[in-house]
Nanobody, 127 residues
């Protein structure tokens, strides 16, 4: 069974930056895509960013384009989310997830297409 562990969350003032990490272990397949989602209390899980196995294709929610950058280091089995210019509305639990490699980019945006999830790391942005 694949295990994912997020880290790097914390409290930051508006306009600040954080870098989240997600370490992956025990994966069944060599090739897998990764996604970042976030969830605030009382709200449904929201797509943030996704990346193909090679890193050659990336996808972002409109709300974070130009501010967040997703990347991965397959040698370290780790995916990152660099978050700049943070806003109070970015406050949420951030979760990483893994899914099968696919040529259909639209699948990156759909939570049900991912099959393993981490427990999440809290990001709080103060105004």
């Amino acid at each position: 069974q694949v295990q994912l562990v997020e880290s790097g969350g914390g409290l930051v003032q508006a306009g600040g930056s954080l870098r989240l990490s997600c370490a992956v272990s025990g994966r069944t397949f060599d090739s897998y895509v990764m996604g970042w989602f976030r969830q605030a209390p009382g709200k449904e899980r929201e797509f943030v960013a996704g990346i193909s196995f090679s890193g050659g294709n990336t996808y972002y929610a409109d709300s974070v384009k130009g501010r967040f950058t997703i990347s991965r280091d397959n040698a370290k089995n780790t995916v990152y989310l660099q978050m700049n210019s943070l806003k109070p509305e970015d406050t949420a639990v951030y979760l990483c997830a893994t899914g099968f490699e696919s040529g259909l980019g639209s699948y990156y945006y759909i939570a049900s297409e991912y099959y393993y999830w981490g427990q999440g790391t809290q990001v709080t942005v103060s105004s």
